[in-house]
């Protein structure tokens, strides 16, 4: 079996574990970061890094497998026939939860005030606790539920809402665009963990920002054209919204110049909120490899239509 990794700034990370798990599921393979012939290629494993644009010449290959979990940079590419493949894995959710649950506490808690108390005023307001705060998560798929979860296990009352309606034990369940307005409406907390799609393009406009109560925070570690950029600029202008606080961008680096950087109710992360994570990423990557050549239906397959 030839497998392509193309992904070759990334290969530095997998060239020892990718052939251990591969072992480990009994499976023989060589991998290369460049095809001398692609029609001999089985697998590619894919990140938005790739050089690689044209898929026609795999004529034998049998799934692309990305490395990230976000798949809008291939997920339209007109020569891509093979089945595609996105990562869902346990350690991406762990990452995302942790930067979730710690960005949403900074906010609950008004840690700034206390960590940047530039006037050392001696104020013992306490926030609300958790219970009083409701959170809207935007996408309750594989990160979104795992961070609505344990959201709710701190006692946040948690919104979720999503594309098709979903009924999970515990959480209020929502989809729709009326889904959407009850969700933000008492929003004290959005967190966007949506696929970027032309659905969800600027899904958070100047009309549904102005759903939510005033004062709001919101997180987006989903992607940055789920927001509109000036809709957000003026709600946080006129107070809608008290803070954003932001890890992905419509174009990433986000430029030196760009007004999010320097705003004083933005906090930029640089797109780490959830890193794919070689370890438990190999085995993602081989366990669908092994279901291929097993003939079994392969996992976390995009649908090429909705885009995720
Ligand atoms: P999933 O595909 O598992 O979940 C996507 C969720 O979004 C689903 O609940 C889906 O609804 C919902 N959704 C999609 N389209 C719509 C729509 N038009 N209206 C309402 N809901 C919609 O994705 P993941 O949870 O794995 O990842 C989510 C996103 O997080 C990725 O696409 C990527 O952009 C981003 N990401 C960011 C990272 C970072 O480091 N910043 C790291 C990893 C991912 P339904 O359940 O009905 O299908
Ligand atoms: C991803 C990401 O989609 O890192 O995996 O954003």
């Given at each position: 079996m030839l497998i392509l990794f193309a992904a070759?700034?990334?290969?530095?990370?997998?060239?020892?574990?990718?052939?251990?798990?591969?072992?480990?599921?009994?499976?023989?393979?060589?991998?290369?970061?460049?095809?001398?012939?692609?029609?001999?290629?089985?697998?590619?494993?894919?990140a938005p890094s790739a050089p690689l644009q044209d898929f026609t010449p795999f004529t034998r290959c049998k799934a692309v497998l990305s490395l990230w979990a976000g798949v809008e940079r291939i997920?339209?590419?007109a020569t891509l026939t093979q089945p595609l493949t996105r990562m869902v894995d346990p350690s991406l959710a762990e990452g995302m939860?942790?930067?979730?649950?710690?960005?949403?506490?900074?906010?609950?808690?008004?840690?700034?005030?206390?960590?940047?108390?530039?006037?050392?005023i001696w104020d013992p307001t306490c926030p609300p606790l958790a219970r009083q705060r409701p959170v809207a998560m935007l996408g309750m798929g594989a990160l979104g539920l795992a961070c609505a979860r344990a959201l709710q296990a701190l006692n946040f009352p948690v919104t979720g809402w999503s594309r098709a309606p979903k009924s999970i034990a515990g959480l209020t369940c929502l989809s729709g665009p009326d889904g959407l307005a009850q969700a933000l409406s008492t929003a004290a907390i959005v967190v966007t963990l949506l696929p970027r799609t032309p659905q969800t393009e600027n899904l958070l406009n100047a009309q549904t920002l102005s759903y939510l109560p005033k004062g709001a925070f919101i997180l987006n570690p989903g992607r940055g054209p789920l927001i509109d950029d000036d809709a957000l600029l003026a709600a946080l202008?006129?107070?809608?919204?008290?803070?954003?606080?932001?890890?992905?961008?419509?174009t990433e680096p986000l430029p030196q110049d760009h007004p999010f950087w320097a705003h004083p109710q933005i906090t930029v992360t640089p797109h780490i909120a959830a890193d794919t994570r070689p370890h438990s990423a190999a085995r993602v990557l081989v366990e669908n490899i092994r279901r291929a050549e097993g003939g079994e239906p392969l996992l976390h397959l995009v649908d090429r239509v909705l885009g995720y």
């Open positions: 070759p700034a990334l290969w530095a990370d997998y060239a020892t574990i990718l052939p251990e798990a591969l072992a480990e599921a009994g499976l023989s393979a060589q991998i290369v970061t460049a095809a001398a012939d692609p029609a001999l290629v089985d697998y590619i494993i894919y997920v339209g590419n939860v942790e930067w979730v649950v710690g960005h949403a506490l900074r906010h609950h808690l008004g840690m700034d005030r206390h960590i940047l108390n530039p006037t050392q202008a006129s107070g809608q919204v008290a803070h954003a606080t932001l890890d992905v961008f419509r």
